[in-house]
């Protein structure tokens, strides 16, 4: 990935959208009440390039898409742009019309919650309603992540004939449209792939599927936040694992969930391991579209299908990951690291927890411009490495090293 900055990454190519992730342009309608914004444009972040790049080409001798995987990130919207002249615009921020239309419809959402019996019922047991998901639909509904290098570019050196022996934990594996890709590019003999889910159903589709291969891979069932003798997958040991990948499932755990989740990527993760991330963030067109008893608590709603999804904001991740330390007794906190005691005489890398190597946002405006449709998505990406555990002898010399 590109170096970021605080608040945005270069967006990530998205495979065709599914129920259980995103949003199908070719059936999506909007409400009668959403503003107009076909004046709506972009300020230019890059001055406009003196050639006609690949990105902006619709010659397929040249473009990009055809042949080649879409490099996604670089095109931006500028305001004399023809904004339905392609069907995607990266780093495009939501205008005032867009930001108030969204109030209106969280406020829609709040007055009309999930009762409290339908709460439990999509609460106490997840599982049911994703193993109805995946044994609704088959394996060939779901589109593989062709992106991931790209966007995460530790896994084209892991996968490489000369990369050191990897263990990748796959979390939330659904039917291996990330596992999969990641080994049919593999050429590293020393690579093992462990794909998980808590839904047995997503788990019999990765086993059924051709390209799975028990020498490199293993499929299990598997609850991210589970506790006790559970609160490890089958075949996995503590401090095993070099890289977690956690695409599009921190979102469907209930907001209790999430401490007990981070614990146990914690556990399972070498020193030095990796958590490679991404999910919705706030203000995505999916939140904004809920209707009316959809809402079971702020940014938490549960879809028509059972399964529940939540739309985080980029400081709630970075508390929840950055801000986690082993050991604390109750509640996601953040640290309290500026001016604190514990700053002062222990030092941040003395705490056990995850350092944000990178967290940002990735807004991008989608067009259907066949209907003149604008449809603003936000998706949060991230990395997260687990710290290594200070020797109780170690003591940092009068430099801070």
């Given at each position: 990935?590109?170096?970021?900055?605080?608040?945005?990454?270069?967006?990530a190519p998205q495979?065709?959208?599914?129920?259980n992730?995103?949003?199908?342009?070719?059936?999506l309608?909007?409400t009668p009440s959403?503003?107009?914004?076909?004046?709506?444009?972009?300020?230019?972040?890059h001055a406009q390039?003196?050639?006609?790049v690949?990105?902006r080409?619709h010659?397929?001798?040249?473009?990009?898409?055809r042949?080649d995987p879409?490099?996604f990130?670089?095109r931006?919207?500028?305001?004399?742009?023809?904004?339905?002249?392609f069907?995607?615009?990266d780093?495009?921020e939501?205008?005032?019309?867009?930001?108030?239309?969204?109030?209106?419809?969280?406020?829609?959402?709040?007055?009309?919650?999930?009762?409290?019996?339908?709460?439990?019922r999509?609460?106490?047991?997840?599982?049911?309603?994703?193993n109805?998901?995946?044994?609704?639909?088959?394996?060939n509904?779901?589109?593989d992540?062709?992106?991931?290098?790209?966007?995460?570019?530790?896994l084209?050196?892991?996968?490489?004939?000369?990369?050191?022996p990897?263990?990748?934990l796959?979390?939330?594996a659904?039917?291996?449209n990330?596992?999969?890709?990641i080994?049919?590019?593999?050429e590293?003999?020393?690579l093992?792939?462990?794909?998980?889910?808590?839904?047995?159903?997503?788990v019999e589709?990765?086993?059924?599927?051709?390209?799975?291969?028990e020498?490199?891979?293993?499929?299990?069932?598997?609850d991210v936040?589970?506790?006790g003798?559970?609160s490890?997958?089958?075949g996995?040991?503590e401090?095993?694992?070099?890289?977690?990948v956690?695409i599009?499932?921190?979102?469907?755990?209930?907001?209790?969930q999430w401490r007990?989740?981070?614990?146990?990527?914690y556990?399972?993760?070498?020193?030095?391991?990796?958590?490679?991330?991404?999910?919705?963030g706030?203000?995505?067109?999916?939140?904004?579209?809920?209707k009316?008893?959809?809402?079971?608590?702020?940014?938490?709603?549960?879809?028509?299908?059972?399964t529940?999804?939540y739309f985080?904001?980029?400081?709630?991740?970075?508390?929840?990951w950055?801000?986690?330390?082993?050991?604390?007794?109750e509640?996601?906190?953040a640290?309290?690291?500026?001016?604190?005691?514990?700053?002062?005489?222990r030092?941040?890398?003395?705490?056990e927890?995850?350092?944000?190597?990178?967290?940002?946002?990735?807004?991008?405006?989608?067009?259907?411009?066949?209907?003149?449709?604008?449809?603003?998505?936000?998706?949060?990406?991230?990395?997260?490495?687990?710290?290594?555990?200070?020797?109780p002898?170690?003591?940092?010399d009068?430099?801070?090293?």
């Amino acid at each position: 990935m590109a170096a970021m900055t605080n608040t945005t990454i270069p967006a990530a190519p998205q495979p065709p959208l599914d129920p259980n992730t995103d949003l199908n342009l070719s059936t999506l309608s909007l409400t009668p009440s959403l503003p107009d914004f076909s004046t709506t444009t972009a300020t230019a972040q890059h001055a406009q390039p003196t050639h006609l790049v690949s990105h902006r080409s619709h010659d397929p001798t040249t473009n990009l898409k055809r042949s080649d995987p879409f490099q996604f990130g670089s095109r931006y919207l500028n305001p004399d742009d023809d904004i339905y002249e392609f069907n995607a615009w990266d780093h495009v921020e939501t205008d005032s019309s867009y930001k108030a239309y969204a109030e209106i419809q969280y406020a829609a959402q709040r007055s009309s919650p999930v009762s409290d019996f339908d709460k439990a019922r999509f609460n106490n047991d997840p599982s049911k309603w994703w193993n109805r998901f995946y044994r609704n639909n088959t394996s060939n509904f779901f589109k593989d992540r062709k992106w991931l290098r790209q966007e995460f570019p530790v896994l084209a050196k892991v996968t490489a004939k000369d990369g050191p022996p990897t263990v990748i934990l796959e979390v939330g594996a659904g039917a291996g449209n990330t596992a999969f890709p990641i080994l049919a590019g593999n050429e590293n003999e020393g690579l093992r792939v462990h794909a998980c889910d808590f839904s047995r159903e997503a788990v019999e589709l990765i086993r059924a599927n051709e390209a799975f291969d028990e020498r490199y891979m293993r499929a299990d069932v598997w609850d991210v936040a589970a506790t006790g003798s559970e609160s490890l997958p089958p075949g996995l040991e503590e401090g095993s694992v070099d890289l977690v990948v956690m695409i599009f499932i921190f979102s469907a755990l209930a907001p209790a969930q999430w401490r007990q989740a981070v614990r146990n990527i914690y556990t399972l993760l070498k020193p030095g391991g990796e958590v490679l991330f991404r999910d919705y963030g706030r203000g995505d067109l999916a939140q904004v579209r809920f209707k009316k008893g959809r809402y079971m608590d702020e940014n938490f709603y549960v879809r028509g299908d059972g399964t529940r999804v939540y739309f985080f904001e980029r400081d709630e991740l970075m508390e929840i990951w950055g801000g986690w330390k082993d050991g604390a007794d109750e509640g996601l906190e953040a640290v309290e690291r500026s001016g604190s005691e514990e700053q002062t005489d222990r030092g941040e890398d003395d705490v056990e927890g995850f350092d944000v190597v990178d967290l940002g946002v990735d807004r991008r405006l989608l067009v259907n411009r066949q209907r003149k449709l604008k449809m603003y998505r936000c998706w949060l990406q991230g990395r997260f490495k687990k710290r290594a555990r200070m020797s109780p002898n170690k003591t940092k010399d009068s430099s801070g090293q």
